[in-house]
């Protein structure tokens, strides 16, 4: 099994299929799993300068498909139990969501709240292209952000 593992980090680790590594991690990472894809996005520019602009988008449409994908997974989630099983904290929590509606998938950038955050504009049922639209901004941001940042403070790599 290590052998395996380790032979399709290599495939991956490859320039040739570096952009297609990035939708990848991306993609998963936007999904509920515990995975970050910025350090993936920053190693593949640092050893390829020339595809700065190409992965920060392939990042972002891979991250957007996996919110999209988790907002598909909240609209399939069951109303009535998720309803019954919440607290007053998380009462307000989706008061706030549906206040705002679709603008709230802007945040789907943050750590530990964002993917959840898409789960439940699917559970709340706002409408799918507008949340879409609204997490690629804020998931587009974030790599422009944070992979120019790691650029500028590591010149010479981690």
């Not at 804020?138 to 120019?148: D, H, S, W």
């Amino acid at each position: 099994m290590e052998a395996w593992f380790e032979s399709v980090l290599a495939l991956l680790a490859l320039p040739k299929y570096g952009l297609s590594s990035v939708f990848l991690v991306a993609f998963v990472s936007a999904t509920l799993l515990p995975m970050g894809s910025e350090p993936f996005v920053f190693g593949l520019v640092k050893l390829n300068p020339e595809l700065f602009w190409s992965a920060i988008l392939v990042a972002t449409a891979g991250n957007t498909l996996g919110g999209a994908l988790t907002w598909a997974m909240g609209y399939g989630a069951e109303r009535a139990y998720e309803r019954v099983k919440h607290k007053p904290m998380e009462l307000r929590a989706l008061q706030w969501l549906e206040r705002f509606g679709a603008k709230a998938c802007l945040l789907a950038w943050l750590p530990v709240v964002g993917d959840p955050l898409c789960a439940v504009a699917g559970w709340l049922r706002l409408p799918f292209w507008p949340c879409v639209f609204y997490m690629a901004i804020g998931k587009f941001a974030r790599y422009l952000t944070m992979t120019a940042a790691l650029l500028w403070w590591f010149p010479g790599g981690l």
